[in-house]
């Protein structure tokens, strides 16, 4: 068992450029994110302190659920 990080949603360049040196999707707009869901099957979302608010339409493509968390 494990987990593979498939995107990442961001608008941070520090967290960015982490992306880019874990070869890592990085993804700039929730319509990005959107369209990116509908090639790639994704089982969890976990959205974390990020600027973002999810439509149901990103949030219903999650086949098992989704984490949000805003402080």
Request: one cysteine or more.
């Amino acid at each position: 068992m494990g987990h593979d990080i498939r995107a990442v949603l961001c608008a941070d360049a520090t967290f960015a450029n982490w992306t880019d040196r874990a070869n890592l999707p990085c993804l700039s707009s929730v319509e990005e994110l959107s369209s990116f869901l509908k090639s790639e099957p994704v089982e969890w979302l976990f959205s974390v302190a990020n600027p973002f608010i999810l439509p149901a339409d990103v949030l219903g493509r999650i086949s098992q659920g989704a984490f949000n968390y805003h402080d």
